[in-house]
């Protein structure tokens, strides 16, 4: 049967549940005389007798009872289906698909993201490890995550994170008969270990700051990684000098396996903060996930 004769059918399941032409009419929000008219195109078209009609009462005939019997369970199947998608509307659900560094990766995204998918079973996440300062739109991406001084200005940026810092390490067996640098000047003569930014293709500067005094040092070393785990690996291995976020190294300094060189002239950095396009933020489940990664603002517990 066409579309358009539907809304015939759900009147006559209508008349035929209520009983009645009067309550029909009211539930379906029309009047008598235009659901009579309704009933009788229907009839007509059907070549059948549907309802048989007295002063008092309304019965379906044979020909309605079958329609009722096979038709009204669809269609009733039909409203709960639209009624639970209904229900889904603000429901967190969905994928969310996010670019960050590995860094970022594995001491913010994954701490903070675990409880919420445990919490939301329905919501999917995808993290892309990449340090190529992605672009989120072209890449089909819901957000990213950079330092804050990475951001473009025409995103959005949540903050996620502390301000990070960095650190300058070797191990024991690296740093055993040679003179510990103590400016960047003095990273010349050692063998160091170097990340590859795949947005330019060269090498990562080793960044400086001292009395106000900002300097960018070009090292040298055996070793190249385009990820910071195995440049940690590295240097524990004794394969040089380091240039890694302090918190990933801390451990390794405190038990000794690293020590640390230059401390006075590691910079700051502005922390870890999710960026997005303003049009990328209106699902339930994207908007969990952001207030899942903010940082407390100072002042905040």
């Known amino acids: 049967m066409p579309k358009e004769n539907y809304n015939d059918l759900l009147a006559f399941l209508a008349i035929a549940r209520e009983g009645s032409f009067t309550r029909a ?14 009933i009788r195109a229907l009839e007509a078209r059907l070549g059948v007798r549907l309802l048989t009609r007295t002063t008092r009462s309304v019965s379906v005939t044979q020909a309605g009872e079958r329609l009722v019997e096979s038709v009204g369970p669809r269609f009733e199947e039909i409203e709960s289906e639209l009624a ?9 659900a969905g994928s969310i698909r996010l670019t960050s560094a590995e860094h970022a990766a594995n001491t913010v995204l994954w701490p903070k993201l675990i409880e919420l998918t445990r919490d939301y ?4 996440v995808e993290i892309c490890v990449d340090y190529g300062l992605t672009d989120i739109v072209a890449g089909r991406y819901d957000a990213g ?3 804050g001084d990475q951001v473009a200005k025409d995103m959005i940026a949540v903050r996620i994170g502390p301000d990070l810092r960095m650190a300058v390490v070797g191990s024991e067996s690296y740093l055993a008969g ?4 103590r400016s960047p000047a003095d990273l010349a003569g050692h063998t160091c270990i170097n990340l590859r ?3 330019h293709g060269g090498l990562m500067a080793w960044e400086f ?9 070009r090292v040298e070393g055996q070793w190249t990684f385009n990820s910071s785990t195995p440049i940690l690996r590295a240097a524990l291995s004794g394969f040089g000098l380091a240039y890694l976020p302090e918190d990933m190294v801390a451990p390794h300094i405190q038990s000794g396996a690293l020590k640390r060189v230059m401390k006075s002239w590691t910079p700051t950095f502005p922390g870890y903060h999710l960026y997005y396009a303003s049009r990328r933020h209106s699902s339930p489940a994207f908007r969990l996930l952001v207030e899942a990664l903010r940082y407390p603002s100072r002042g905040k517990a």
């Open 25 to 38: 009419a009211a539930q379906l929000g029309v009047s008598q005389s235009a659901l009579s008219h309704t």
């Open 84 to 92: 639970a998608l209904g229900q889904l509307k603000d429901k967190p």
């Open 121 to 124: 079973p329905e919501i999917n």
């Open 145 to 147: 995550v950079r330092l």
């Open 178 to 181: 040679k003179s510990r640098p």
């Open 197 to 199: 930014l795949p947005t």
């Open 209 to 217: 700051e001292r009395d106000g005094h900002l300097m960018k040092a």
